[in-house]
């Protein structure tokens, strides 16, 4: 059945707060053409901004209200039958009080979802890691196809920002333990909060390390098996030999860290530390995602693989499109031999 589908189209999409742009306005507003019912429009009302999900963790107030005058314009141009429900849905967030928070839930296929909280603001106090990039997305996607890379294996994540890989990761690739690790503090504490709001405890020490408690966000259904979790601030330029043989990955993963040449000269540094600190004396596989932006720094970044001796290769596309992206994005996963 089309309808549904299509409902689960915007919902997908909304609940992603991706850009409106993005949404299948066309297809609606043909259906509504050839068959004026206003049954579709509340069911797209109840799929989005009424959705149990959008209720609890709902993207901020502009987008929602910007989505909703778009669905009353379609509305409007037909001639279906009034729908008081969309008005006064519609009062009741102009009568909301603005929030500097606002959240984003991506639906996974197991019927679980990742919900986490955003900073509005791209570059929030002097850090891009408070929103979640394309990259990270792709990487996600190609972790749930490969999910045997992870499962039953310590997974140490470089640059997690505020979570959104690790915790898909978390939610459908079962590994034995997953490291997720930033340097900046609101970073971290972002990142803190967004796993307990998806339902993980995190190891103590961890806690120990960021003195930060999230207050009043209580944890979602705890009903997977859960790995154990643990965050870390590692300063690439100058982690410890200790920090990194604590550590003991057997996967190492990033997602869009690849974008200035002095950072990537700190990754590739800390690589060749950890192909050296492995008790078992087997390097960690190691699988980097970065959309490419600037072709002159990614192969600055092959460059210097290349002079150290680390091996590399691109990993095939992979051809699950779960989530949703703005743009057609030129993201890349590369394996890397250290």
Known sequence: MAEPELGLRFQRRFLAARQLRAFPWPEL????????DSSLLADILHQTILHPLCVKYPP???YRRCFLTELIKKHESTTAEPLDELYDTLADILNEEESTRCYKNYLLPTGESVTLSESEAIISQGTTGLVTWDAALHL???AMENSTVFSNRTVLELGSGIGFTGL?????CNPKAYIFSDYHHCVLKQLMDNIRLNGFAVEPETIDLIQTKSEGQEAEGMNYQQPKLIVAELDWGSVTEKQLLDLQPDV???????????IT???IGMLQKLSTFRADGKPP??????????PDTYHLFQAELD???IGWQIIPAHSNSIFLYDTQSNVTILQLFI
Do not use: H, M
Request: net charge neutral; with cysteine; proline share 4%.
């Open 252 to 262: 190492i993963i990033a997602a869009d860290v690849v974008y200035d040449p002095e």
């Open 168 to 172: 898909a990761i978390c939610k459908t």
């Open 265 to 267: 000269l700190s990754l």
């Open 29 to 36: 507003e043909q259906r509504l053409r050839s068959a004026p």
């Open 60 to 62: 901020s107030i502009k």
């Open 140 to 142: 996600a996607e190609w």
């Open 285 to 294: 596989e190691v699988y980097i995602a970065f959309t490419i932006r600037n």
């Open 307 to 309: 002079k150290v001796g």
